[in-house]
């Protein structure tokens, strides 16, 4: 195991952001983690999943399981129910990328599925095998959180790994670990929606600046004992709106 960790999050197709940040990756010093929510919301999810995708495959980086990763796979699979709901939490940008501009009104929402299914076959079961967390001497790696109500963190449900919030947030740390995480925004972590710093509370650390909705990405490396450089960039291309 390389003796850094290099941990990137919720991307969301932000996809020229997800470049300036692997230009700071060294396969030979770095172990690349990516904890999830990749697609949705952003104009170039192809390009941040395929991305993702050759990185795990070339350089063996770790790509966690987010709840963006999710929905898109729940849309796949029952595009009917899903289709209003995912599109209302970002979807519609990722099917057009998949597919084309304007594919959303031209296509029922079985005949998108059913166009995504026959194209990105490959890619569709890629992201049916990503994990759901990352364990790195005193770390976790998790995109929302963990269950820590748990005796044993491991036992955390599927849905919570993804999918949680506030009761992570405020609950007490007794994993002895810190536990990185994203999905939820930095901004709305520090309580005023407008600091896009890490946030710090417990042993746990969130990197989601928010860069879709205006905010920042981070890419922060660790060693054993703490963070050794975190890398932000602001997303200049919009303004901020906290729009979810």
Known sequence: MKDFIYVISDIHGEYELFEELIQYYDPTMHQLVLIGDLNDRGPRTKESF????????????????????EYFLQFLK?????FTSYVRNGGKETMESLLHKGATEEYSPTEIAMMIRSRYKELIEFLMERPLYFEWKN???????????????????????IWIREAFHTGKNNTGKTIVFGHTITPMLHGDMETTDLWYSDHKIGIDGGAVFGGSVHGVIFDTNGIVQDIE???????????F
Do not use: C, M, R
């Open 50 to 69: 395929l991305l993702g995708k050759e990185l795990v495959e070339k350089y063996d980086a770790i790509y966690l399981k987010g709840n963006h990763e």
């Open 233 to 243: 960039y602001q997303n200049v291309k919009g303004s901020w709106q906290p729009d």
């Open 78 to 82: 029952s595009p009917e129910d899903w």
């Open 139 to 161: 770390y976790i790696f998790v995109h929302a959180g963990v269950d820590l109500t748990k005796k044993d963190w491991h036992e955390t449900s599927p849905h919570d790994f």
